[in-house]
């Protein structure tokens, strides 16, 4: 069978076209390196956002919202939430024994004094990990957790303190 004349070329156009349009599906995940994964959420996240900008720039990040948790505010850290970032796709064990890596962002909150509430004061990542064996836990998290990691297929859970040995990513206060 022959393609008409010009069809091959609209064809090849339109693949080109469609992967043009076909950014990297996840810009945020736990296989970029520290300094990418930190230069893309400083450019992702600004000082001054409001919980719900985001909240709704982590949604359009493909970021799943069920791993979000908030933290109260302390003496140190205004109220906190924790994204957890996997590789892309999400948690998934696929072979008897496996590394899964996971990068913790912690956005502090903090009240500006102003009738418009709080805002992003300061960004804060984290990188962790939990190697599965036999179905089991072999080792990790690093952080103490909230509760016991499970065995596969169990999520890890949150850390205890998302600020413990966290690397500053922007802020300062």
């Given at each position: 069978?022959r393609?008409?004349?010009g069809?091959?070329?609209?064809?090849?156009?339109?693949?080109a076209?469609?992967?043009?349009g076909?950014?990297?599906?996840?810009?945020?995940?736990?296989?970029?390196?520290?300094?990418?994964?930190?230069?893309?959420?400083a450019a992702?996240?600004v000082?001054?956002?409001?919980?719900?900008?985001?909240?709704?720039?982590?949604d359009?990040?493909?970021?799943d919202p069920?791993?979000?948790?908030?933290?109260?505010?302390?003496?140190?850290?205004?109220r906190?939430?924790?994204?957890?970032?996997f590789?892309?796709?999400g948690?998934?064990?696929?072979?008897?024994?496996?590394?899964?890596e996971?990068?913790?962002?912690?956005?502090?909150?903090?009240?500006?004094g102003?009738?418009?509430?709080?805002?992003l004061?300061?960004?804060w990542?984290y990188?962790?990990?939990?190697?599965?064996?036999?179905?089991?836990?072999?080792?990790?998290p690093?952080?103490?957790?909230m509760?016991?990691?499970?065995?596969?297929?169990?999520?890890?859970?949150?850390?205890?303190?998302?600020?413990?040995?966290?690397?500053?990513?922007w802020?300062g206060r």
């Amino acid at each position: 069978m022959r393609w008409p004349d010009g069809m091959l070329g609209v064809g090849i156009v339109g693949f080109a076209a469609a992967l043009a349009g076909c950014g990297e599906p996840y810009v945020l995940h736990a296989r970029l390196t520290d300094q990418v994964f930190r230069e893309r959420a400083a450019a992702e996240f600004v000082p001054g956002m409001t919980p719900g900008e985001v909240e709704l720039r982590l949604d359009e990040l493909r970021q799943d919202p069920r791993l979000r948790l908030w933290y109260p505010a302390t003496d140190a850290h205004g109220r906190t939430q924790l994204a957890r970032f996997f590789a892309p796709g999400g948690f998934w064990v696929t072979r008897e024994d496996q590394l899964v890596e996971w990068i913790d962002l912690a956005f502090d909150f903090t009240p500006n004094g102003r009738s418009d509430g709080e805002r992003l004061g300061d960004l804060w990542m984290y990188r962790d990990k939990v190697r599965y064996f036999q179905g089991g836990v072999a080792y990790g998290p690093r952080r103490p957790a909230m509760g016991r990691v499970r065995d596969w297929p169990g999520s890890p859970p949150p850390p205890v303190d998302p600020y413990q040995d966290a690397w500053r990513v922007w802020g300062g206060r």
